[in-house]
């Protein structure tokens, strides 16, 4: 029973989201036709939080944890999975936290930023913004679920103490437990599942290896160091290798293929996180459409549903500081849809 409620529910809500035909409105449409196209996908609220007073982050985060608890009251098995997924907004609320002790902000004005996570939070909020400094903060955490995520952060920080250690680690540490959680509950759920994670793993991972490596020119170990274990194609023992390759054309033909195909010819770790993330689009897009277990589909439906909220939250800034039409196609991305979909269709 839970298995068909789950797909009548993902099915109801895969209608809402955005259409191919409604990306250039949401980009040059005039505030009416903008309005519309928010209103069939179910976001008109978030229009009507920003105006109450809520940031617009709050209210994408917001949009996102009300579909993951519809869906986790039906998720069966896949409910860890869901209750762990959520995390990483729990997260972002340490990390306003953790920067706001580096960098002396006051407690009022952090306060404002925390998401309200209802009753899926477990952080005490309160008791670490009264903590004097990074590592009493830290040293509080550990006595809470986070131990395992923080102990791997502090050990960072206290060998570099700087936000980008922390940061870096903590988000490591965090898919790292992801990976693990989700090999428990590949053979539940299937191969759609195992290749929805695959690719969001190793995008993380390359995405995290060029920047690292490129842009940061950090040591080829403490690249390897900070990327996430993984038994995917893309596996740990590729990342070694690619992390020791002194240049980024280099590292793009050592990659396995599909990887090597899809990526030929970029030039920028911008142009291949765009790729990469137009990838994982489509293939949430086959499996939202097939037949795969219902909690797949979820899955697929969820990183679909997080790639529109990003699309509304960039015509929503773009339009708010006054970007004009080319400006703001370009900031949603929708440049690299098209040439992926000419590529595909040729």
């Not at 986790?72 to 729990?90: H, I, V």
Request: hydrophobic content about 50%.
């Amino acid at each position: 029973m839970l298995n068909r409620y789950l797909d009548a529910r993902v099915s109801l809500m895969a209608a809402r989201l955005l259409r191919a035909a409604e990306l250039p409105v949401l980009a040059a449409g005039n505030e009416e036709a903008r309005a519309a196209v928010r209103a069939r996908a179910g976001l008109s609220q978030i229009l009507a939080e920003l105006e109450a007073g809520r940031y617009l982050e709050q209210s994408i985060i917001r949009s996102q944890l009300d579909d993951i608890l519809i869906l986790m009251r039906a998720a069966g098995e896949g409910r860890r999975f869901l209750e762990y997924w959520t995390l990483r907004f729990e997260l972002s609320n340490l990390k306003a936290i953790l920067r706001a002790k580096l960098s002396g902000t006051p407690i009022a004005v952090v306060r404002k930023e925390l998401i309200d996570l209802g009753f899926l939070a477990s952080l005490p909020l309160a008791e670490l913004l009264q903590t004097e400094d990074v590592g009493e903060l830290l040293r509080r955490l550990e006595t809470t679920h986070y131990a395992d995520i923080v102990r791997f952060a502090r050990r960072a920080f206290e060998a570099q103490p700087r936000l980008f250690e922390l940061d870096a680690a903590l988000d490591r540490r965090f898919y790292h437990g992801l990976v693990e959680l989700a090999r428990q509950q590949e053979g539940a759920f299937g191969k759609p599942f195992r290749d929805l994670v695959e690719m969001l793993i190793d995008r993380i991972n390359l995405v995290w290896l060029l920047r690292y490596r490129f842009l940061y020119q950090l040591p080829a170990s403490q690249v390897y160091y900070l990327l996430v274990p993984s038994h995917y194609r893309i596996a740990s023992g590729v990342l070694r290798e690619l992390s020791v390759l002194n240049r980024f054309e280099e590292v793009l033909a050592a990659l396995p293929q599909p990887y090597r195909g899809w990526l030929a010819g970029a030039d920028s770790v911008y142009q291949v996180f765009t790729l990469l993330e137009g990838r994982a689009v489509r293939n949430a897009e086959a499996v939202l459409r097939s037949s795969a277990p219902g909690f797949a589909r979820a899955c697929a439906y969820l990183i679909l549903r997080e790639h529109d909220l990003k699309l509304v939250r960039a015509a929503l800034k773009g339009h708010a500081i006054g970007l004009d039409a080319q400006t703001i196609r370009q900031a949603m991305g929708l440049e690299a849809l098209q040439h992926m979909s000419l590529v595909e269709a040729a």
